[in-house]
Each structure stands twice: as structure tokens, then as C-alpha cells.
Nanobody
Framework: QVQLVESGGGAVQAGGSLRLSCTSSGDLVTYYCMAWFRQAPGTERERVASDDNYGRALYRESVEGRFTISRDSARQTLYLQMNDLKPEDTAMYYC?????????????????WGQGTQVTVSS
């Protein structure tokens, strides 16, 4: 059973930075689309960033220029560097893997999910 384990969340003030990590227990990071989603209470889960392992990273418009997604296949780890955080970035953040080299924004197309890590940004 493949597991994804996120870490790195926390509480920061606006303008601060956090780096989220997601480590896979299986060989998922090497081959497939990986993404970060987030979900705030009462809202739908939304894609924040994704990486298809061909160097094509996509970002939600609201985080473009502030967040960076990257992966380390040797460590089977996906990262999300988040800079200049804003209160509207507050949410539970999840990493996800789609068993396809192409990424998608629909969370139902992703097969594996981590348990989530909370990010809280205060003004």
C-alpha cells in the first residue's frame, strides 16, 4: 500500500514562508503527475500546483510567482515552497499522485492522497 506523508505546515504571519514536503513510500515520484491541492472549510478542493515530471509545472493564478513546486526523485519527495503567504492561502494542503504523466485539475482523477497538512496565515 503506497502512502504519501506530508509535512511542513504551520502557522505564519502574512508575508512569511513555508515549505511543504510530501514523501512517497512507493516509486510514485519518479514517473507520475504529482500535485498539491488545498481545501479551506466550506470550499471545494482546488489544485494549487502540479508537475508532470516533464518540467511542466502549472500553478493556480492566485499563487503564481509566490509558490514553487519541485520534486526529488531520489528522495521520493515532492515539495511546495510557499513565499509571501497571504491569509487567503489558509487551508489544509494535500499532495496527490495521478497515475498518468499528464496532470489534471480534477481531484477525482488522482489515485493517491496524503493525510494533509494545515497551513494558517494570519494578517
Amino acid at each position: 500500500q503506497v502512502q504519501l506523508v506530508e509535512s511542513g505546515g504551520g502557522a505564519v504571519q502574512a508575508g512569511g514562508s513555508l515549505r511543504l514536503s510530501c514523501t512517497s513510500s512507493g516509486d510514485l515520484v519518479t514517473y507520475y503527475c504529482m500535485a498539491w491541492f488545498r481545501q479551506a472549510p466550506g470550499t471545494e478542493r482546488e489544485r494549487v500546483a502540479s508537475d508532470d515530471n516533464y518540467g511542466r509545472a502549472l500553478y493556480r493564478e492566485s499563487v503564481e510567482g509566490r509558490f514553487t513546486i519541485s520534486r526529488d526523485s531520489a528522495r521520493q519527495t515532492l515539495y511546495l515552497q510557499m513565499n509571501d503567504l497571504k491569509p487567503e492561502d489558509t487551508a489544509m494542503y494535500y499532495c496527490a499522485v495521478r497515475k498518468n504523466t499528464l496532470c489534471a485539475s480534477d481531484p477525482t482523477l488522482y489515485s493517491y492522497w496524503g493525510q494533509g497538512t494545515q497551513v494558517t496565515v494570519s494578517s
